[in-house]
C-alpha cells in the first residue's frame, strides 16, 4: 500500500500522503505501481472529455481542455520535464551545460515547440477517439504514460549527476515488472479499436518503443537518467499511444 501511496502522492495532486522518509525500495514500489496510477487518470480523462462534449464544447475543444485538466492534476510536472528535457537535448554543450539547461527553470525554442505538438497532437486525438465514442481508446493512451516509466526505470541505467528524483528511480524496475506491464497494456489494447483488434496493441507497442529509444538517448546524453526525462517518457508517450489509436483504415 506503501507503494501505491507514494506513486499517488508522486504523480498527481490527490490528497494521498505517502511515507514520511522515502527510500529507493519505496521508491522502486511506487514506480511500479505507475500504471495504477495512469488507469486512474485515464477513466477520468475518458470521462471528462466525454462531460465536455455533452456539454456541447465540441471534440476539439473537448480534447484540449481534458489535456488541461491531465496537466493540471499531475502539477504540470510532465509536461515541464519533456519542454526540460527537449531544451537539453536541443544544447550543442557537454552533459553538464545540458543538464544546467533543464535546471533554468526557463522554456527554451526546442521546449515551447515539443509544448505545442504536444498539447495539439493528444488534444486532436483525443477528440478523433471521442467523435468516434471511443473513450476507452483515450483512457488507455493516459495509462500507457504511465506504463513507459517503468521501462525507462529499468535495472542498468543510472541517475544523472544532480539529478534528486532520478536517484531514487533510476535502476529500480526489473525487466520481469516492465514486461507483465506491458503486456498488460497490449492485451487491453485489443478491444480499444473496433473492427481492428491488432491496431490497439501496435500503437501501444509503438509508444513503448519510441520512449525506450528516447531514454537510451537522454542517458547518453545527459550522463544519466534524470525527473526530467520521466516527464518527457510519459507525454510521449500518451502522444503516440494516442495518435496510433486514432487511426481509422
Not at 537518467?225 to 486514432?246: F, H, K, P, Q
Request: contains cysteine.
Amino acid at each position: 500500500m506503501n507503494g501505491i501511496r507514494l506513486a499517488f502522492s508522486w504523480l498527481t495532486v490527490f490528497p494521498v500522503r505517502g511515507p514520511e522518509t522515502v527510500e529507493r525500495a519505496d521508491a522502486a514500489r511506487a514506480i511500479a505501481m505507475a500504471p495504477v496510477v495512469g488507469a486512474v487518470l485515464g477513466v477520468g480523462a475518458a470521462g471528462l472529455t466525454r462531460v465536455f462534449a455533452a456539454a456541447g464544447t465540441g471534440f476539439a475543444l473537448a480534447g484540449l481542455l481534458t489535456v488541461a485538466a491531465l496537466a493540471l492534476v499531475t502539477r504540470g510536472m510532465h509536461v515541464d520535464g519533456l519542454a526540460d528535457t527537449m531544451d537539453g537535448l536541443g544544447s550543442y554543450g557537454p552533459p553538464e551545460r545540458a543538464r544546467e539547461i533543464m535546471k533554468s527553470g526557463g522554456v527554451g525554442p526546442f521546449g515551447v515547440v515539443a509544448l505545442i505538438v504536444a498539447i495539439g497532437v493528444q488534444a486532436l486525438a483525443f477528440a478523433t477517439l471521442a467523435a468516434d465514442d471511443r473513450w476507452w481508446a483515450i483512457a488507455l493512451a493516459v495509462a500507457v504514460g504511465r506504463v513507459a516509466v517503468i521501462p525507462a526505470c529499468r535495472h542498468g541505467y543510472v541517475a544523472a549527476p544532480g539529478a534528486g528524483f532520478g536517484a531514487l528511480v533510476a535502476g529500480t524496475q526489473s525487466l520481469p515488472t516492465a514486461t507483465v506491464w506491458t503486456a498488460i497494456a497490449c492485451v487491453t489494447a485489443v478491444f480499444a479499436v473496433p473492427d481492428h483488434w491488432w491496431l490497439g496493441p501496435l500503437a501501444v507497442a509503438a509508444a513503448l518503443a519510441a520512449t525506450v529509444f528516447l531514454v537510451r538517448h537522454c542517458v547518453r546524453r545527459f550522463d544519466g537518467l534524470s525527473g526530467d526525462v520521466l516527464g518527457a517518457v510519459v507525454e510521449t508517450a500518451v502522444s503516440i499511444a494516442a495518435v496510433g489509436l486514432s487511426l481509422t483504415f
